[in-house]
T-cell receptor, first 117, second 107 residues
Framework: EAGVTQFPSHSVIEKGQTVTLRCDPISGHDNLYWYRRVMGKEIKFLLH????????ESGMPNNRFLAERTGGTYSTLKVQPAELEDSGVYFCASSPRGGAFPTWGYTFGSGTRLTVV | GQNIDQPTEMTATEGAIVQINCTYQ??????LFWYQQHAGEAPTFLSY????GLEEKGRFSSFLSRSKGYSYLLLKELQMKDSASYLCAVYTDKLIFGTGTRLQVFP
């Protein structure tokens, strides 16, 4: 089965520009998560979709970040306008539908490295 | 608050044994995961503990003490390819990560 795919793998943009990151979860996984790792810090939770609904968006830093998952398949994370502190690696992960938590945890994508200059 | 602590870096020699410790204080606990992450790649699942004790999987073992808020990952017969970051993560209602431990294995 295909894994979690993220596009682009790298993005360099200027402060004030807009960037959209995309995540394609494993087919059939209802749960989709966005995480971010800023240099030197831990991987931090941003938000969680169950199908197309936002289950938990408590980790979103501010209203410059907008996540969508139309149709409950792939998801996009838009940063507008980007600031220098938004630089980091953005990870997406997915897991199957609810019920018993999978003992293998989430399946992660390779991440998008965002650099804001 | 949520707090998960791991050493930042460790070094070891090929063929040796290394233990990576993780202590946690979280609001809620539904299991502890260890992930391996090579530079530029996705974190990949290594182990899961939800009950106290040791889980063994080949060269890798993970231990959990819920009363002490403590876990460790034990890597035996180290190989050069084990050079990576090792992430401790607690599942509450979502995965919460520590900062990770960068392990370098030398010949």
């Amino acid at each position: 089965e295909a894994g979690v795919t993220q596009f682009p793998s790298h993005s360099v943009i200027e402060k004030g520009q807009t960037v959209t990151l995309r995540c394609d979860p494993i087919s059939g996984h209802d749960n989709l998560y966005w995480y971010r790792r800023v240099m030197g810090k831990e991987i931090k939770f941003l938000l969680h979709f169950v199908k197309e609904s936002k289950q938990d968006e408590s980790g979103m830093p501010n209203n410059r970040f907008l996540a969508e998952r139309t149709g409950g398949t792939y998801s996009t994370l838009k940063v507008q306008p980007a600031e220098l502190e938004d630089s980091g690696v953005y990870f997406c992960a997915s897991s199957p539908r609810g019920g018993a938590f999978p003992t293998w945890g989430y399946t992660f994508g390779s991440g998008t490295r965002l650099t804001v200059v | 608050g949520q707090n998960i602590d791991q050493p930042t870096e460790m070094t070891a020699t090929e063929g040796a044994i290394v233990q990576i410790n993780c202590t946690y204080q979280t609001s809620g606990f539904n299991g502890l995961f260890w992930y391996q992450q090579h530079a530029g790649e996705a974190p990949t699942f290594l182990s899961y503990n939800v009950l106290d004790g040791l889980e063994e999987k080949g060269r890798f073992s993970s231990f959990l003490s819920r009363s002490k808020g403590y876990s460790y990952l034990l890597l035996k017969e180290l190989q050069m390819k084990d050079s990576a970051s090792y992430l401790c993560a607690v599942y509450t209602d979502k995965l919460i990560f520590g900062t990770g431990t960068r392990l370098q294995v030398f010949p």
